[in-house]
């Protein structure tokens, strides 16, 4: 991959962004459990960072793949990974079915928005008892007339309490498994919608996450998103651009945190001359530092192949499964390194330490990345 002036321009704008309108604010965030996404995603919409691939005649800004990578990278060098992932939520989550499958009138009333930032949005796949099982998913839409008239409930939603509308996946016909799933638009002023509760989460807490309530919840049935029944195939392709994003992020949240320990390694001092002198410290970091080139190295196979069309599950989930497990390793060498000063809440390294655990959870759990790679390498019985 080769990145041109205008990218590496681009990355010294989004970090001035960060740094001017996200890292100033994080103690602030973290303690209130959320952020002010109706005030922030506008500031970041005129920016044009929340449509960088998608259509101008929406309001993208029709760039190229390579934009979004580094978006991802300098987003998670704010020193949380609550407000980033809640940012790709908004981009790389609830919308690309919406603007790859939706109709015209679906775009410009609810892609416009989001796009913008004047609207929230919200991905709302997992229930309480499909996590990523989605395919065990049970909220129902049952049409009447030219209505779907939707029942049950979601799980772990991020931006749930501050949505506009949600991207919704929901049985739609009686058929099992995989089959027979819609992707609905639901906005959340729809009477029969509820947020049941604000959950308390072990890190990423600057970002807020919901369980969702649906009751006798009625949509039109033409905000159905793409073909009726065909809503999990749409879904799944959503789910590779999520675990791009979060692989992308990995390398920036691991090279933030590389950078800050060996500055502090460089200044603390123990028997007399500085941590950095330790040959074992300085082995440690490098090997991660080498890790860390590698996945970002894998990135850009990954971005290069999906610029040119190709179907880039297989690398996605290699990326995903690799980015879990080596931000935790990062997360836990940093903290070490920290000593007692790094277990403490005032230190960067314990709200990096429990964030870091997310990411071999969410969209799609470690076991679930292998479980895909077992079965497209043969490996399955």
Known sequence: MRFTPEHHAFRKMVR??????????????????????HELFPTLGELGLLGLEYDPAYGGQGADHLFSVVLCEELHRSGCAGVPMAIGVQTMMATPSLHDFGSDDLKRRYLEPAIRGTAVCSIAVTEPGAGSDVAGLRTRAVRDGDDWVINGSKLYITNGTQADWLCL?????????????????VPTDTPGFAVSRKLDKLGNRSSDTAELWFEDVRVPVSNTIGTVGRGFQQQMSQ???????AAYGAVGSCRYALDRTREYLRQ?????????????VAFRLAELSAQVDLLRSHNYACAESYVDGEDTTRAAT???????RLLREVADTCLQFHGGTGYMEETWTSRFFRDSRLASIG??????????LARMDGFEA
């Open 268 to 280: 603390r001092q123990a028997f007399g001359r500085p941590l950095a002198a330790n040959q074992y």
């Open 239 to 245: 789910f590779v651009v999520e675990r791009m994003f």
């Open 318 to 324: 290699v990326a995903k499964l690799t980015a879990g």
């Open 169 to 185: 996946l929901a049985r739609t016909s009686d058929e099992g498994g995989h089959r027979g799933m819609s992707q609905i638009i």
């Open 16 to 37: 001035d962004v960060v740094e001017r309108e996200i890292a100033p604010h994080v103690d602030e965030w973290e303690r209130a459990g959320t952020f002010p996404a």
């Open 363 to 372: 969209g799609g759990a470690d076991e679930v990345m292998l479980q895909v």
